[in-house]
Each structure stands twice: as structure tokens, then as C-alpha cells.
């Protein structure tokens, strides 16, 4: 039983306890070798997320927290005390924070641009890393990560919950055991209704935010008053668009159902429709991924009408030659190909509201499955070579996207047989901030 749930079932507080900063001692004194200290970094809205889910895990501490904007930082490691754990350390400097021998692993929920690099450089200081998506910024990063990974031999698990979720697990063996016959169409959807960002204008730096690191591996800029915290998402210097925010998941959910691992074609269209501002990717794009002449996936993106698709903001159906499998985090449902419902899972409500946070049960099997691997008691569930080949589709979206033409890919590299789409194989770094081996 973790310390939440031990609170939750006994009804005490642990200031009532007296535990307030003692856990951890006690947990340690119990089972030393089972402890395992993380460090986040990046806890404005996600790591937030995190930081409730690692501090609740069995034998786990939150030792550090990592932020460049001191009022975030601030923030979280005041929550901690407040629930009763032990008051973690503080620092904007995630290169320090990778010097503490005492941190086991590094969670990072910090901007995508940060994602591969403060990976590697978490490897090459000997912690395990918990990476959210997407877990790289271009094909390039995917592929060194995985070489690092295969190198340094500590554990990258990438943060797309949903491979945790026991019912998904479930539908994807019964899809396995023939459910739907022969799978062989996958449709991948998230539908929100996100505002405009405006037409920032260069400004001062606010006096919260450490901007030199906040930019970190990513060419220099001058500040502009649109882009921190949230924003840069739309940026192609940071962010990586809604395909590499939100498709990841539903992406990976495809490509896990259908069994397949690199595509043989992309293409992709749409635009920034709905609104004129600085957003420089898609708003609305529909992209395809062929898998040789038997298998297809489809991205239907929507950042700016959240009209629903079957009832859902989000999800994956999976068609096959004997039925459908309607997928999301709340469960599955499965249809006869005459529309008869033959299976059914549902933990609760579709997930139709969209929480940007992505808290709550999936992330802490997740956190759960990773602190477990790491201990030598399990295998993870989203492990960062297989995790990379998702993260692959959605960045060959982008490219199709950007170059207007039809990708031809290389089905054993992902590599793409056009000289000027690879152009977007890897991207610019800062200088001093290359990834290197
Ligand atoms: N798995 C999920 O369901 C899920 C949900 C939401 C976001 N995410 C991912 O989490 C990441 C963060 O998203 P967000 O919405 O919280 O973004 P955000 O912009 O709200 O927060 C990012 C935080 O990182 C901090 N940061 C930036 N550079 C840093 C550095 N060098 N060191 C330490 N902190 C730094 C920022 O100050 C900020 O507090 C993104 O990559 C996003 O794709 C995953």
C-alpha cells in the first residue's frame, strides 16, 4: 500500500501522524534498497502532474525540483511540505541537479526542446529517466537516444500513460486473439478548442524566469511575450505541434493495435485555419501513415474545434476485417461489423473534457511501471526503443506536412528517400548544446 493510499484508506492526515518529514527515513530504514530518489524538472503544469505521482508511489522521494521560473518551483516544492513529505531541494540548473549522486532518476516534463538532450545527459550521469512526450524534437534525437540508451544502459521510459492502462493492455490482446479479425485500419483523434496566441512582441525577461536555461539546447532568441509557459508548443524553434503534443498517444495506440513499426508512406494536409496569429504548425491536419499495401493509420487533428469524434475529444479506433475496437483512456468498446457490440471495458466517462495536465490513474500505473523496472521487478511498459518508432510517425507527419509532397520511407530505417525532407531530420542546437555520444 503507497503512503497516499494508506492516507486515503485511514482517513488521518500526516500531520497527524507526525510523519510529516520523517517518511522517507522510515521507508528507507525499512527496505533501503527499494528507494529510489527522483528529480523533476519542469513543473509548471505536467510536472506538476508528476511530482503528486512520484511523491504518492511506494518508497520513492522526491528529492529535487528543477525550474527555471523560481514562482513554479516555489510552488512545488511547497505543495510537497504541505502534503506531509520531506521539503525537496530547489534548483534552475538541471546540470547541477545531474551532479546529486543520491538522484536515482530524472522525470522531465520541461519544454520539448529539452526532451533528448537532458535524456542523454541524465544517462551519461548515470540516472534513469522518466522522458514525456514527445522524446525527441526530430527523428536525429529519437534514434541517439535509443543508441544511449543501448550505450549507457540506464532505463528511459517515454510518458505516454496510456501503455499502463490494464484496460488498453487488454483490448490490445484480444485484438491480438482475433476480436476484429485482421486488423488493419487505425484512426487516431484529438479534437480541443485552444485560443489564439496572439502576435507576441519582444520584452523583457520577467525576473521569475532564468531564460538562458529555459532555452537551453535551443538557438538563441530574444524573449517575446507570447511563447512561456505553454505556447512554445506552436513554435517549431521549441515545440513540436499538436501531432508530437497529443498525437503521440493516440498514435502509439494505433501502431500498438495494429502491430506494425515503420511506415513505407506519409502524407499529410491541413493548415493554420482558424485563427491568424504567431502559431507556426497545424491547427488542422489529417495525415496518413502506410504500412506496405495491407495496413494504414490516420491523425485527425483538431486544435481549435473541439467538436467531438464518437463522443470522444480523444481516442483510437481500430477497424479490422471482422469488426471495430473504439479506444481511449477510460477503456474499449468493440463492435460486429453489423455494429452489435461484442466486448465492452469502461473504467468510467470518455475522456470528452480535455485535462492538459493528463493526471489521475494512468500516469501513476505509469510512474508505478517505471519505478518498478528500475528496482528489476518488472519491464517497462513504454521503453524508448520501441517508444521512438511512435514518436517517428508523428515527426514524418510533420515533414510531409511542411514539404507539401508525399514521403517515400526506407521501411527498415524511417528514413525518407527525399533529400530535402531529411533537411528535417535533425535540427539546429545551441552551440556548446550539441548532443554527442
Ligand atoms: N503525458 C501527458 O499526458 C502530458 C500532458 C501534458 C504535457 N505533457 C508534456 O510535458 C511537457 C511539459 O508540458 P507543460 O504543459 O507542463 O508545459 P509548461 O510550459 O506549462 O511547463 C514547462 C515547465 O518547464 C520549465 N522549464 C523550462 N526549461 C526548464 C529547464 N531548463 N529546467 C527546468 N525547468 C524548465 C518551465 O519553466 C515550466 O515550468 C511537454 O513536453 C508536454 O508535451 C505530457
Redesign the pocket.
Known amino acids: 500500500m503507497n503512503r497516499r493510499k494508506f492516507l486515503k484508506t485511514t482517513g488521518v492526515s500526516a500531520a497527524s501522524l507526525g510523519v510529516a518529514a520523517s517518511w522517507p527515513t522510515i521507508l528507507r530504514a525499512r527496505r533501503p534498497a527499494d528507494l529510489i530518489s527522483v528529480a523533476v524538472?519542469?513543473?509548471?503544469?505536467?510536472?506538476?502532474?508528476?511530482v503528486d505521482g512520484f511523491a504518492a508511489a511506494s518508497d520513492c522521494v522526491v528529492r529535487t525540483i528543477?525550474?527555471?521560473?523560481s514562482r513554479?518551483?516555489e510552488r512545488a516544492v511547497s505543495n510537497l511540505v504541505k502534503g506531509g513529505y520531506t521539503r525537496p531541494e530547489g534548483d534552475?540548473?538541471?546540470r547541477r541537479v545531474l551532479e546529486d549522486p543520491s538522484i536515482d532518476a530524472l522525470v522531465?516534463?520541461?519544454?520539448?526542446h529539452?526532451?533528448a538532450p537532458?535524456a542523454l545527459m541524465a544517462l551519461q550521469a548515470g540516472k534513469h529517466v522518466y522522458l514525456?512526450?514527445?522524446c525527441s524534437h526530430s527523428p536525429a534525437e529519437g534514434e541517439l537516444l535509443v543508441s544511449a540508451q543501448a550505450h549507457y544502459g540506464h532505463i528511459i521510459q517515454m510518458?505516454?500513460?496510456q501503455r499502463s492502462a490494464p484496460e488498453s493492455i487488454e483490448a490490445i490482446t484480444r485484438i491480438r486473439e482475433g476480436l476484429i479479425g485482421r486488423p488493419y485500419f487505425g484512426r487516431a483523434w484529438y479534437a480541443n478548442s485552444r485560443g489564439p496566441i496572439g502576435n507576441g512582441q519582444v520584452a523583457d525577461v520577467p525576473e521569475w524566469?532564468?531564460y538562458e536555461?529555459?532555452?537551453?539546447p535551443a538557438p538563441r532568441t530574444a524573449y517575446r511575450d507570447n511563447v512561456?509557459?505553454?505556447?512554445?508548443?506552436w513554435f517549431k524553434r521549441w515545440?513540436?505541434g499538436e501531432i508530437?503534443?497529443?498525437g503521440?498517444?493516440e498514435i502509439d495506440i494505433c501502431r500498438w493495435a495494429l502491430g506494425v513499426d515503420t511506415p513505407t508512406r506519409v502524407l499529410s494536409t491541413g493548415g493554420r485555419f482558424h485563427f491568424d496569429d504567431d502559431w507556426e504548425f497545424y491547427d488542422t491536419q489529417l495525415a496518413s501513415f502506410e504500412f506496405g499495401s495491407d495496413k494504414q493509420i490516420v491523425w485527425d487533428g483538431r486544435s481549435c474545434n473541439g467538436y467531438p469524434i464518437y463522443d470522444r475529444g480523444r481516442g483510437a479506433a481500430i477497424h479490422g476485417t471482422e469488426g471495430t475496437v473504439i479506444m481511449d483512456r477510460a477503456g474499449y468498446l468493440a463492435y460486429d461489423l453489423g455494429g452489435k457490440e461484442i466486448a465492452r471495458r469502461m473504467r468510467g466517462e470518455s475522456d470528452a473534457a480535455l485535462?492538459?495536465?493528463?493526471?489521475g490513474d494512468l500516469?501513476d500505473l505509469h510512474i508505478h511501471n517505471f519505478l518498478e523496472t528500475v528496482r528489476g521487478r518488472a519491464t517497462l511498459n513504454a521503453p524508448i526503443d520501441d517508444a521512438r518508432k511512435s514518436q517517428l510517425l508523428c515527426h514524418l507527419g510533420n515533414i510531409a506536412q511542411d514539404t507539401g509532397r508525399a514521403l517515400e520511407i526506407d521501411s527498415e530505417t524511417g528514413r525518407i528517400h527525399d533529400r530535402q525532407a531529411m533537411q528535417q531530420w535533425s535540427r539546429d542546437y545551441a552551440l556548446g548544446w550539441e548532443m554527442n555520444l
Do not use: F, I
Request: aromatic share 6%.
Open positions: 524538472m519542469g513543473v509548471n503544469s505536467r510536472g506538476a502532474a508528476l528543477c525550474d527555471v521560473d513554479a518551483m534552475d540548473d538541471v522531465v516534463a520541461a519544454p520539448d529539452w526532451h537532458v514525456e512526450k514527445p510518458g505516454n500513460q524566469l532564468n536555461m529555459w532555452q537551453g512561456v509557459h505553454y505556447n512554445w508548443h515545440g513540436t508530437c503534443n497529443n503521440t498517444h485535462d492538459v495536465r493528463g493526471g500516469t
